[in-house]
């Protein structure tokens, strides 16, 4: 893997395929020689510069979707018969964000979102997995209905993926983040209530999520989320409303929100 990176040229399209082979090479190799412990290591060692290097041969002259779109479809999400979902579901995660960010939703291409979308935790992995949620950030598409597909997912028994999305929608559009809470605790299938509300606490604190990883989206966009108080307390409302104000007050000191003042000033006693 140490040659591959060595003999590939920085911005160099045609060298990314090239090193997505030794990438995938390498790890087939650790786990046949050293199982987990080796894969690992060789993550360890090179998995930030591999995904460096496509995601600035991607964005050297602006976002090159097309090319994005051969990578994945040489190494396809939910097969499971390689190892490069590491490296390019974290690429066009970024691309996404950065779509967004610079250039408004409608730019999204509906093919990228569909990709994250078919991205699974058994075929290819708990960490590409994990940058999946930037789907969020796709709320207001033209074409794909970022908060019905969360609401379906997580109905179908996949909250996971649903809380991530609605931790990135909430961070790309506050308001329709918290519509999908709403909609997420009103719904009879929802088990998790209390961890879909945690799912908010980084966007209230922060400017961008923690994924995906190897990256410093506050380096190179101009963004900032943007709460108004009037929001902050339709938040509590939905909150005190959906949820048993027991609960609410019992697990108070674990969450950033004012759980109780939810369940005393919304809550069903506030009914009559």
């Known amino acids: 893997m140490a040659s591959a990176l060595e003999d590939a040229t920085s911005s160099e399209q045609s060298d990314v395929y090239s090193l997505l082979a030794a990438w995938n090479q390498s790890i087939e190799t650790a786990l046949d020689r050293g199982g987990w412990s080796r894969l690992q290591e060789i993550r360890g060692q090179y998995l930030e510069d591999v995904i460096d290097f496509v995601d600035t041969a991607a964005t050297a002259d602006g976002i090159d979707w097309a090319f994005l779109e051969e990578c994945i ?154 709460i108004s108080d009037d929001l902050h307390e339709r938040l509590l409302a939905i909150i005190g409303q959906s949820i048993d104000p027991d609960r609410l007050k019992h697990f108070d000191d674990s969450y950033r929100f004012d759980l109780e003042r939810a369940a005393d000033e919304y809550g069903p006693a506030n009914d009559a």
Not at 123 to 130: I, L, R
Not at 134 to 156: D, K, Q, T, Y
Not at 157 to 185: C, K, N, Q, V, Y
């Open 73 to 226: 479809d040489g190494y396809p999400p939910g097969v499971g018969d390689h190892h490069c979902s590491s490296i390019l579901v974290n690429v066009v995660a970024r691309c996404v964000i950065r779509t967004r960010i610079s250039e408004g939703v409608d730019s999204i291409p509906p093919w990228a979102l569909e990709y994250l979308a078919a991205v699974t935790v058994e075929d290819d992995g708990e960490w590409a997995w994990e940058s999946t949620a930037a789907f969020g950030w796709a709320v207001g598409h033209p074409e794909i209905a970022v908060l019905n597909r969360a609401l379906e997912r997580a109905e179908s028994g996949d909250e996971s993926w649903a809380m991530g999305i609605l931790e990135h929608a909430t961070f790309a559009d506050p308001e329709a983040g918290i519509d999908l809470l709403e909609r997420l605790l009103n719904s009879p299938d929802i088990v998790e209530d209390l961890l879909f509300v945690s799912c908010l606490h980084a966007p209230f604190e922060q400017d961008f999520p923690d994924f995906p990883q190897y990256w410093e989206p506050d380096t190179e966009l101009d963004y900032q989320v943007e």
